[in-house]
T-cell receptor, first 113, second 109 residues
Framework: DSGVTQTPKHLITATGQRVTLRCSPRSGDLSVYWYQQSLDQGLQFLIQYYNGEERAKGNILERFSAQQFPDLHSELNLSSLELGDSALYFC????????????FGSGTQLSVL | QKEVEQDPGPLSVPEGAIVSLNCTYSNSAFQYFMWYRQYSRKGPELLMYTYSSGNKEDGRFTAQVDKSSKYISLFIRDSQPSDSATYLCAITGTYKYIFGTGTRLKVLA
């Protein structure tokens, strides 16, 4: 168990809908990362937060947004969902802003029908 | 050109074999090199990390970095069926933390 908690584990929804994925980092970790993993794209970096502030942005669509709250948990919001958004979404955390060691949650499997 | 290139495999080896997994990267600004193991539908877990050229050993695993060639490797000795997983290399050193696409490994009993 990495200590990173992601909910829900599975999410099934329809095109055009909006969903929220939640992540609680390991105790003491200030940095949260979001990744999308699909079969043909590998692990794609979406966004990173450190202590409530956005630190880095990857290939995150405008339909997606995230935030990190004062208690350090993070939420990833996906809106106007499309079939192609179906993927595993992982959250990872680390102690530092720039850290070589990431600890991953077990992921949220999103299926858009 | 992708910043990290990794052969996707799949790679099948008999139990007890030595496995070599490799990645190349393009940007010399990256300073830290990691290997993660991911079992099917699970989150990746950190296996090893290093920041210098040369070898780093941990049990049956050896990570090797050649910064001059921008080449990183993971060797698994005496491979076991429980090593069957996808192995992802990762690099960082800026605000980017980039993963390779992963190599699927199957160790046959």
């Amino acid at each position: 168990d990495s200590g990173v908690t992601q909910t829900p584990k599975h999410l099934i929804t329809a095109t055009g809908q909006r969903v929220t994925l939640r992540c609680s980092p390991r105790s003491g970790d200030l940095s949260v990362y979001w990744y999308q993993q699909s079969l043909d794209q590998g692990l794609q970096f979406l966004i990173q937060y450190y202590n409530g502030e956005e630190r880095a942005k990857g290939n995150i669509l405008e339909r997606f947004s995230a935030q990190q709250f004062p208690d350090l948990h993070s939420e990833l919001n996906l809106s106007s969902l499309e079939l192609g958004d179906s993927a595993l979404y992982f959250c990872a955390s680390s102690i530092l802003d720039r850290d070589e060691k990431l600890f991953f949650g077990s992921g949220t499997q999103l299926s858009v029908l | 050109q992708k910043e990290v290139e990794q052969d996707p495999g799949p790679l099948s080896v008999p139990e007890g074999a030595i496995v070599s997994l490799n990645c190349t990267y393009s940007n010399s600004a990256f300073q830290y090199f990691m290997w993660y193991r991911q079992y099917s539908r699970k989150g990746p877990e950190l296996l090893m990390y290093t920041y210098s050229s040369g070898n780093k050993e941990d049990g049956r695993f050896t990570a090797q970095v050649d910064k001059s060639s921008k080449y990183i490797s993971l060797f698994i000795r005496d491979s076991q069926p429980s090593d069957s997983a996808t192995y992802l290399c990762a690099i960082t050193g800026t605000y980017k933390y980039i993963f390779g696409t992963g190599t699927r490994l199957k160790v046959l009993a």
